[in-house]
Nanobody
Framework: QVQLVESGGGLVQPGGSLRLSCAVS????????MGWYRQAPGKERELVVS???????NYADFVKGRFTFSRDNAKNTVYLQMNSLKPEDTAVYYC?????????????????WGKGILVTVSS
C-alpha cells in the first residue's frame, strides 16, 4: 500500500551536483520521520540525513555544508540536493520513511524503504 520511489541518481564528476528525489505514494495518513541513507560497496548502510517533526533535520558530519534536505509535504516528496560531490560519496542511496497509512478502515504503520538509486562520483 505504500511505495517509495527514488530518482535523480547517475554519474557525476567530482565537484559536481545531483538532486535526488523520493516520492511516497499510497493511502498516506501521515509521514513522521523521513531520511536518506547510503551504502557504498563493501560497507554498511549509513545515515546521511534524517528529518522528523520533533528533532528537525540532522545531517551526518561527512555531508554537512554540502548536502541539503528538503521536503514537500503537499507532494509527499523529499529531496536531497548534493553539491561538491566527492568520489567517496559514491554509493546506493536509499530513501526511508515512517508512514502511517489507511488500510481497510484503520490506520497502520510501516517503516518503508525505497529500492535505492546509484550515485557514482568519478572523473
Amino acid at each position: 500500500q505504500v511505495q517509495l520511489v527514488e530518482s535523480g541518481g547517475g554519474l557525476v564528476q567530482p565537484g559536481g551536483s545531483l538532486r535526488l528525489s523520493c516520492a511516497v505514494s499510497g493511502s498516506i495518513f501521515s509521514i513522521n520521520h523521513m531520511g536518506w541513507y547510503r551504502q557504498a560497496p563493501g560497507k554498511e548502510r549509513e545515515l546521511v540525513v534524517s528529518d522528523n517533526r520533533n528533532s528537525g533535520t540532522n545531517y551526518a558530519d561527512f555531508v554537512k555544508g554540502r548536502f541539503t534536505f528538503s521536503r514537500d509535504n503537499a507532494k509527499n516528496t523529499v529531496y536531497l540536493q548534493m553539491n561538491s560531490l566527492k568520489p567517496e560519496d559514491t554509493a546506493v542511496y536509499y530513501c526511508n520513511a515512517e508512514v502511517y497509512f489507511r488500510d481497510s478502515g484503520k490506520v497502520d504503520y510501516l517503516d518503508a524503504w525505497g529500492k535505492g538509486i546509484l550515485v557514482t562520483v568519478s572523473s
